[in-house]
């Protein structure tokens, strides 16, 4: 199979780029880049110029993400050269710009023009790949899409990558260490991390680490001190490379506490790669969770709530059995379906439904546009 890995991605910053394009190569895919940069002019003129060479002998194009804006001339492309196009739908940006980090007005043209290059890609797709499928389902509803004419959504976890894996621990004495590493998003919850430990704070067996920085940190950072709180401590963002072995020295990883839509939807980055090092993860509870976790491979706690989060936590330090046994399975899910290799299988399996030997199956265009 031959793949058009296809848009103005950036592999530097984007880790689900490069896990699909090595999981694809390693799952026996041939795939050729064709991307570009710059402003949307320069960038569409590019693309254009280089896709019949990347095309030839091509049976699908994979739009990376972030593609809803490559996604139109990624679909009339298609329906020249007749080849199926998928789109990596891993975030819808009117959700996340809107709904969820709430930086664009929702009766703005921004919010408008957004939606609508949300709802052109999964209409004119063949197939729309999404990181568990809770998340495509809130996709498909927040953009009011159901019925004909709209993509089929497979699912392919977001995974980790290899530099994600265990590593010698330093002896260190005193507390244990909650971890938290994040860009300060909303949904993360980071809130009630916090409210969580205002409610351990004469608990001398638990220390909260806070590491990263955005949108919401000056909040959080007032936030503590309002509370009091001398059981937390915030940490400048950390280099991507230096990220596993500060995990390393971590006892518990925090995930997503948040109760919106898409924190209740999806399995974040900083989960599946606490997996990968083997190290215990806390997250709130969900449909998005459960796609892949239960309460063998993770400490799940009700999403929303700093008592339920702090009652997690207490039993987590105080059973160091099972949090080596928690750690320890999460890591054998990882190697089983986390993996660049598993999530390349995963990804390649997907397409191969769409990819143009399976012509007689796909849906109609036409239906698609209308």
Not at 186 to 215: S, Y
Request: hydrophobic share 45%.
């Amino acid at each position: 199979m031959k793949v058009v890995y296809f848009g103005s991605y950036d592999d530097r910053v984007s880790p689900r780029v490069r896990l699909l394009r090595e999981g694809l190569r390693r799952a026996g895919v041939e795939v050729v880049e064709c991307r570009s940069h710059g402003r949307a002019l320069v960038r569409y003129a590019k693309l254009l110029r280089d896709l019949p060479a990347a095309a030839r002998g091509a049976d699908l194009i994979l739009v990376a993400k972030p593609g809803q804006r490559e996604m139109p001339l990624a679909a009339a492309l298609a329906r020249a050269f007749d080849i199926p196009v998928a789109f990596d739908c891993f975030a819808s940006l009117w959700v996340n710009e809107v709904l969820e980090r709430q930086r664009v007005s929702r009766r703005s043209f921004t919010a408008w023009k957004l939606r609508q290059l949300d709802r052109f890609a999964l209409r004119h797709a063949d197939v729309g790949l999404v990181d568990t499928l809770a998340h495509g389902r809130l996709i498909q509803s927040s953009l009011q899409l159901n019925g004909s004419g709209v993509a089929p959504l497979r699912r392919v976890f977001v995974g980790a990558e290899e530099l994600y894996r265990p590593l010698e621990r330093r002896p260190r004495p005193g507390p244990l260490e909650a971890l938290f590493v994040g860009t300060f998003i909303p949904f993360h919850g980071i809130d009630v991390i916090l409210n969580a430990a205002a409610r351990l704070r004469d608990w001398k067996e638990l220390r909260f680490t806070l590491v990263g920085d955005g949108q919401t940190r000056a909040r959080m950072a007032a936030l503590a001190g309002a509370l009091h709180l001398d059981n937390v401590r915030f940490e400048p963002t950390l280099a991507y490379a230096d990220l596993p072995a500060r995990i390393a020295q971590a006892d518990l990883c925090l995930g997503l506490f948040a109760a919106t839509p898409t924190a209740q939807a999806v399995i974040p980055k900083k989960v599946f790669a606490a997996l990968a090092c083997a190290r215990a993860v806390v997250t709130a509870d969900g449909p998005g969770v459960r796609e892949a976790l239960d309460d063998s491979t993770a400490f799940l706690c009700a999403a929303g709530d700093a008592e339920a989060l702090a009652a997690t936590l207490r039993r987590a330090v105080a059973d160091e059995r099972e949090r080596d046994a928690v750690a320890q399975r999460g890591r054998a899910l990882h190697e089983r379906l986390f993996t660049v290799d598993a999530i390349g299988a995963s990804c390649r399996d997907a397409l191969a439904e769409f990819t143009r030997s399976k012509t007689p199956g796909r849906r109609d265009r036409s239906e698609a546009a209308s």
